[in-house]
């Protein structure tokens, strides 16, 4: 069969690698496809910028719109990530008879239904590994190893750099500001990490999770995002004190045949399999009905990991290609709402500076109680003007629990609300 012709948008620390392994392993690619794959151009923004891998000059070109519009072009690779030019060359790839394989997390996040409904129009595929979790196979298993399943939930650590600072405040007792320099120093974090540590790059990644795994479409603006810049070392502590550890989750679940999707600090124990995930790691966690609970592990980030998932993509999508189909797209039959982040249900982790007195406790519990909220746990640390109180609920909306805090606030006994948490899985 001819050789199928790639294009790769983008030549910086993911596309780079793309066009290394193409190079590479170009014999191996040839025998698992079932046809040749050739590197026909890649669209960079500068012609002599340095670059991690040689490319032939003559590949290179400023030109994106026209490298996707050429006619003989297979399959497009868009690493350049954002939305736009993005959503533009895609689309225009699309209708000029490629398929795509992309890793850009925002724009699918933000206006997936757009791309999907080109590539059915056009009869081509749109796949998108690579963006979430980069080398984790985890889209893969969501949309087909469990598709004969109902998956129930998604729980999971999608972004690297997060993870790395909230293990280095656990693990070595550094300050958020610290543990963030660090990252940066590691290349872990951007110089601007506000993407990351406010929670937007975890919740694009949840809204796509929560798609695939519930056959509906979720956007990011639907995932109620909370990032980290707020955990103290005081919540690590009190974590820490229970058999707990804090960590930046993605959250998609069924309740009642709805979607709820939430990105958020957590403390969960540390037996649960999330809690030992360490540094830049990523993980997630999938429960379902049949298979029952399932985890993916690995480098969630990173040229070549990344590189490793658009890869597999595109053996995927050149398979198709010669046998002349395409794989599934965009499952979207459920339609199912997305609940509201106070309709939610959650267990909360509050600790209290209160006044040491008589009826503190009870006048506490009243608080909860009035709101509608169950305490599971609560303990006293401290006495006099030192005294703490810790107080775990039951589940209740986030609603209920909200307003719970709210009272506590206004209450004469309570001189300060010094921690709010949200709690995963049965702490000590």
Do not use: W
Not at 139 to 168: C, F, H, Q, W
């Amino acid at each position: 069969m001819r050789p199928l012709k790639v294009a790769v948008l983008g030549c910086g620390s993911v596309g780079s690698q793309v066009v290394r392994l193409l190079q590479e392993q170009a014999g191996d690619l040839a025998a698992r496809v079932g046809a040749p794959v050739e590197l026909a151009g890649v669209a960079v923004r500068r012609l002599d910028a340095p670059r991690e891998v040689d490319v032939p000059h003559e590949l290179l070109t400023t030109d994106a719109q026209a490298l996707v519009a050429r006619d003989d072009i297979d399959l497009v690779v868009e690493v350049i990530g954002g939305i736009e030019p993005a959503r533009g060359l895609i689309l225009s790839a699309l209708e000029n008879g490629a398929s795509v394989v992309t890793a850009n997390k925002a724009l699918l996040a933000e206006d997936g239904a757009t791309l999907f409904e080109a590539a059915e129009k056009a009869g081509r595929d749109l796949y998108y590994e690579a963006a979430v979790a980069g080398a984790i196979p985890i889209l893969r298993p969501l949309r087909e190893s469990l598709a004969g399943d109902k998956v129930t939930r998604v729980m999971g650590i999608v972004n690297g750099t997060t993870n790395y600072i909230l293990d280095k405040m656990d693990t070595q007792g550094s300050g958020f500001d610290e543990a963030l320099a660090e990252a940066q120093e590691l290349g872990y974090a951007e110089a601007d990490p506000t993407a990351d540590v406010d929670g937007f790059d975890a919740a694009a990644k949840a809204a796509i999770l929560a798609s695939l795994a519930f056959h509906s479409r979720v956007t990011a603006s639907d995932v109620h995002r909370e990032g980290i810049t707020d955990v103290t070392a005081g919540d690590v502590a009190s974590a820490q004190a229970m058999g707990s550890v804090v960590k930046l989750l993605a959250i998609v679940e069924l309740k009642d045949d709805a979607v709820s999707a939430r990105v958020h600090p957590v403390m969960i124990p540390r037996s649960h399999p999330l809690a030992s995930v360490r540094e830049a790691f990523n993980a997630v966690f999938v429960e379902s009905e049949a298979a029952g609970q399932l985890m993916f592990y690995g480098r969630g980030a990173g040229g070549a990991p990344t590189a490793s998932a658009v890869l597999g993509d595109l053996v995927t999508v050149a398979r198709n290609v010669v046998a002349g189909t395409k794989g599934a797209g965009e499952s979207s039959y459920a339609d199912r709402a997305v609940l509201p982040m106070g309709d939610t249900v959650t267990r909360y982790h509050v600790s209290l500076d209160v006044a040491d007195k008589a009826g503190v406790l009870a006048a506490v519990a009243t608080a909860f109680a009035e709101h509608g909220v169950s305490i599971q746990t609560v303990r006293q640390e401290g006495r006099d003007a030192d005294a703490q109180l810790v107080v775990v609920s039951h589940e209740a909306t986030d609603a209920q629990l909200a307003a719970t805090v709210e009272a506590l606030r206004g209450m004469d006994i309570v001189r300060d609300v010094t921690s709010v948490m949200r709690v995963e899985g049965e702490l000590a």
